[in-house]
C-alpha cells in the first residue's frame, strides 16, 4: 500500500539495534527507578508529620509564640486531657484510680518527666481531669494509645473515661490516614483496572497502562521521600493522598492519549517504530501542554502563605513531572514491544483510507454528538451555558470559612467524644489555653486586659516555683499554692518575657474561642511599654491564623493559576479567543461543581463547613486538569482545521477524541472519587468536588460546549493566527488535495495490476 513504502522507508533509516537497544533500554532504566521507589514507600510514614501548627506561616503571631514557648517550658510538648466522668458523682474509688492512672501515666515512655498534673475535679463533682504532657519528638500516636489502654481499664460501670486535647485529635487523625498506603491505593487501582478493560476490552493494555502509573507513582515517592529526609520539604498525610491520586490518575490520562495516538498510527503503519513514532508526534505536544499547565498551575501554590499549601505546589509538580515522563518514555517503549498484541483481541489492522474517511458519517455515540452541534451549535451552547450557571448558584450555600479540628476525622473519634464529655463539666479551653507572651514590666496590664475579656474563664503564669509549673492570676495579682502565709512565686522571665496561659470558656476548635483570641488580640495591642509587642498563641490561635492564611491564600493563588494556564493555551494555540473561551468554560464548570457540592455537603452529608483551602485545592485541580481534556480536543481541533477547515476541523477533533477523552475523564474522576475511602473530612469534600466537576467537564464543558462554541464561531476562534487569516477556504482546498492523494494512493495498486 502506498503508506507502506515511505514507512518501510523511515524504518530502513534507523539501524534494528537501535530499535531494539532504545526501547529497552527505557523499560530496565524506569523498571530501576520502580524498585528503589517501591523500597521507599516504607520510610514514608517516618517523613509524614500531622501537626497543624508546623504548617503556619512563619510571620503569623501563633508561630511566633510557638518559637518562644519552649523557653518557658523547656521541652515542646503536645497536651493530651484525659477525662473521666460519672453521672451523680465521682465515688472515692473513681478518684482513687484515676490517682492512680496518673501516676502511671507518667511512666509511659514519651511523657515529660513532670508532664503529668494531679487530676483536678469539676465543680459539680462528677467529672475529673489529668492533663498529660507528651514529647513531641516522640511517637504521639503510640504514647496516647498506651494512655488510652490505661484508660479503658479503669473504665466501665458507669465511669467513662476519654483521651482529647490536641494529642488526642492528632492520633485520631493519624489513624484515619493509616489506610493511605494500601486502602487508597488499592480502591484508586482497582477502579482504573475496571474502567479500562471495559473501554479497551483488552487483558493486557491495562495492565501496560498501570505498570506505567506506578512507576511514575514509586519514582516520585523516592524523590519526595528524599528531598523529605534531607529537610528540603515537609509532607502530611494531606498531601500525601494527594500526591498518590494526582501522579495514578495523570498518568493514566497521558497514557490513554498517547495509546489512541498509537492505535491510530498502528492502522496507517505497517511497522510498529513507524507507528510508535507517529503516535510521538501525534501526542507529545498535548501531553506535554496538559502536564505543563497542570504543573505551572501547582506552582502558583508557592506564592501561599500557608506553609501546607506552599509544600503541596512541589510536591504535586514532582509527581506530574513523573507523569509526563513515563507516558512519553516509558509507555512508548512497552507499547513499541506490545505491538498489535497490546489491544488484542481487537488488533488494529492497516487501512490507508482512514485519513480520507468521513467520521462524523460514521456509525457512534460520538458521530451523532458531532451532528447534533453541526445542526444546533448556538442552541447547544447556550442551553450547556444556562445549565451550568444554574448548577453555580449553589456557591452561595458553600460554608468554606472553617470547620473545628473536633469535625476533621468522620466516622468514631474518641478525642472528639472525649472533648464533648470535658465540655459538660470544665471550661471548653481546659488544658489547651490561649498563651500569651508579653514583656515583665506589662504583666499586670496585659493580666487586666485578659481578665476583663470575654470568654476567657481564668488565667495563669508560667512559673518554675509552682509544682504544676504554672501560678493562679486573679484581679488582686498572682496568687500563692498552698496554706495561707505561703508566698506567691514569681513569674518565669526569658529574655524580659513571661508566659501567661489564659483558659477559655469555650471548646479550643470553636467559633467562640476563636472570637475570644481576636478580642485579645484587639485589646492587648497598645498595652506594651515596650518595642515587643504581646503575642497572642496557643491552639485556637494557631487554627484562626492557619484560616485566615487559607483565605489570602485562595485570593491571591486562583488569578495567579488562571493567567499562568491563559498564557500556556495561548502559546500552544497560537491564538487569543480560543484560549480565553477555554478558560471562562472551565471556569464556570468550577462554578458549577461547587455549587452542586455545596448543596450536597449541606442537604446529603450534613457537614459542618469546610476548610477555606478546599475551594483553593478543588480549583486549582479541577482548572488546571479540566483545560487537559480541552487542550486534548483543541490541539486535535487545530490539526484537522488546517486540512479541513475549522466547523469540520471541530467535528472531527470531537469524534476522534471523543473516546479517549471519555475514558480520561472516567479514570481521573474514579481516582479522585478514590479520595473519599479516608475518613478525613478535607479529603472527602475535595474528593467529591474534583470527580463530579471532572465528569461535568468531560461529558458536558467537552462534549458539548465547547465544540458548539467553536463550531459557532468558527474559523474566529483562531484569532488572530495564521489559521484565522488563511481565509474560510483554505481547510476546505487542502482537504480536497489530501482527499484526492488519497484516493490515487488506494486506486494505484489496481492499476499496476492492471498494467500488468
Not at 506553609?307 to 506530574?320: D, E, F, R, Y
Not at 518514555?329 to 468521513?358: N, S, Y
Not at 474518641?414 to 479551653?429: I, Y
Request: proline share 5%.
Amino acid at each position: 500500500m502506498n503508506e507502506s513504502a515511505p514507512a518501510s522507508t523511515r524504518s530502513g533509516r534507523v539501524p534494528t539495534w537501535l530499535r531494539v537497544l532504545l526501547p529497552t533500554v527505557l523499560i530496565l532504566v524506569w523498571f530501576a527507578a520502580f524498585g528503589a521507589g517501591g523500597a521507599s514507600f516504607g520510610t514514608l510514614s517516618d517523613v509524614v508529620e500531622n501537626d497543624q501548627a508546623q504548617f503556619l506561616p512563619a510571620s503569623s503571631e501563633s508561630a511566633e509564640v510557638q518559637a518562644l514557648q519552649s523557653g518557658f517550658r523547656g521541652d515542646e510538648a503536645i497536651p493530651a486531657i484525659v477525662v473521666y466522668a460519672r453521672d451523680g458523682g465521682l465515688t472515692d474509688a473513681d478518684v482513687a484510680a484515676i490517682a492512680d492512672d496518673a501516676e502511671a501515666f507518667a511512666s509511659i515512655d514519651g511523657v515529660l518527666s513532670d508532664g503529668v498534673s494531679p487530676a483536678v475535679e469539676s465543680e459539680d463533682g462528677e467529672a475529673a481531669e489529668v492533663f498529660v504532657q507528651v514529647d513531641s519528638g516522640a511517637e504521639v500516636k503510640e504514647v496516647v494509645g498506651d494512655i488510652r489502654e490505661r484508660v479503658a481499664e479503669t473504665s466501665g460501670s458507669g465511669l467513662e473515661g476519654a483521651v482529647t486535647g490536641p494529642a488526642g485529635f492528632t492520633t485520631d487523625l493519624s489513624a484515619a490516614f493509616a489506610g493511605i498506603d494500601g486502602l487508597l491505593l488499592l480502591v484508586a487501582f482497582g477502579a482504573v483496572f475496571l474502567i479500562l478493560v471495559i473501554v479497551y476490552r483488552s487483558p493486557l493494555l491495562p495492565f501496560i497502562v498501570l505498570g506505567t502509573s506506578l512507576t511514575a507513582l514509586c519514582a516520585s515517592v523516592l524523590v519526595v521521600v528524599a528531598l523529605a529526609q534531607a529537610d528540603v520539604l515537609v509532607l502530611n498525610g494531606q498531601t500525601q493522598g494527594i500526591l498518590f491520586i494526582l501522579v495514578i490518575g495523570a498518568a493514566t490520562d497521558y497514557s490513554l492519549l498517547y495509546i489512541a495516538r498509537y492505535r491510530e498510527a498502528l492502522h496507517l503503519h505497517e511497522r510498529k517504530w513507524d507507528a510508535t513514532w507517529a503516535a510521538l508526534r501525534g501526542s507529545w505536544e498535548p501531553i506535554l501542554a496538559s502536564g505543563g499547565t497542570v504543573i505551572a498551575g501547582l506552582l502558583m501554590l508557592l506564592a501561599s502563605d500557608l506553609t501546607s499549601n506552599k509544600l503541596l505546589g512541589p510536591v504535586s509538580a514532582i509527581g506530574i513531572a513523573f507523569a509526563l515522563l513515563t507516558s512519553l518514555t516509558l509507555l512508548p517503549a512497552l507499547m513499541f514491544w506490545a505491538g498489535r498484541a497490546a489491544f488484542w483481541p481487537v488488533r488494529p489492522k492497516v487501512a490507508a483510507h482512514i485519513e480520507a474517511d468521513d467520521v462524523v458519517a460514521r456509525r457512534g455515540i460520538w458521530p451523532k454528538v458531532a451532528r447534533l452541534v453541526a445542526r444546533r451549535p448556538r442552541v447547544t451552547w447556550i442551553v450547556s451555558t444556562l445549565l451550568l450557571a444554574v448548577m453555580a448558584l449553589g456557591v452561595t450555600q458553600l460554608k468554606a470559612d472553617g470547620v473545628p479540628s473536633s469535625e476533621f476525622v468522620l466516622g468514631h473519634s474518641e478525642a472528639r467524644d472525649g472533648q464533648a464529655l470535658l465540655s459538660e463539666h470544665f471550661p471548653g479551653g481546659s488544658g489547651t489555653p490561649a498563651v500569651i507572651v508579653a514583656p515583665e514590666e506589662d504583666l499586670e496590664a496585659v493580666a487586666e486586659v485578659v481578665l476583663a475579656t470575654d470568654g476567657v474563664d481564668s488565667l495563669a503564669v508560667v512559673s518554675a516555683d509552682s509544682p504544676s509549673g504554672s501560678l493562679p492570676v486573679t484581679e488582686d495579682g498572682i496568687q500563692p499554692l498552698g496554706p495561707p502565709g505561703t508566698p506567691a512565686g514569681e513569674p518565669t522571665v526569658v529574655d524580659g518575657l513571661v508566659q501567661l496561659d489564659a483558659t477559655l470558656a469555650d471548646a479550643s476548635d470553636s467559633d467562640a474561642a476563636e472570637a475570644t483570641v481576636v478580642a485579645l488580640r484587639d485589646g492587648l495591642a497598645d498595652v506594651s511599654t515596650t518595642d515587643q509587642p504581646v503575642l497572642v498563641g496557643g491552639v485556637t490561635a494557631v487554627a484562626l491564623d492557619t484560616k485566615v492564611a487559607s483565605i489570602h491564600d485562595r485570593n491571591l493563588i486562583i488569578p495567579l493559576v488562571l493567567g499562568v494556564i491563559l498564557l500556556i493555551l495561548m502559546l500552544l494555540l497560537r491564538a487569543i479567543v480560543a484560549p480565553l473561551l477555554l478558560i471562562a468554560t472551565v471556569v464556570l464548570s468550577f462554578g458549577a461543581a461547587l455549587g452542586v457540592s455545596a448543596i450536597v455537603f449541606n442537604q446529603v452529608f450534613d457537614f459542618a463547613g469546610a476548610d477555606p483551602v478546599v475551594p483553593l485545592f478543588g480549583f486549582v485541580f479541577l482548572v488546571a486538569l479540566g483545560v487537559d481534556y480541552n487542550i486534548f480536543l483543541m490541539t486535535r481541533v487545530r490539526e484537522e482545521s488546517v486540512l479541513h477547515g475549522t466547523r469540520q476541523g471541530v467535528l472531527r477533533g470531537l469524534v476522534v477524541t471523543g473516546g479517549v477523552i471519555t475514558s480520561a475523564g472516567l479514570v481521573l474522576a474514579a481516582t479522585f472519587a478514590a479520595l473519599g475511602v479516608l475518613p478525613i473530612l478535607f479529603l472527602a469534600q475535595l474528593a467529591f468536588i474534583v470527580a463530579f466537576g471532572v465528569l461535568l467537564d468531560t461529558f458536558l464543558v467537552r462534549s458539548l460546549l465547547v465544540p458548539a462554541l467553536a463550531y459557532d464561531l468558527g474559523r474566529v476562534i483562531w484569532w488572530p493566527s495564521k489559521l484565522w487569516r488563511a481565509g474560510p477556504e483554505a481547510g476546505q482546498r487542502r482537504s480536497e488535495v489530501a482527499a484526492e492523494l488519497e484516493a490515487d494512493a488506494v486506486h494505484e495498486p489496481h492499476d499496476a495490476q492492471h498494467r500488468a
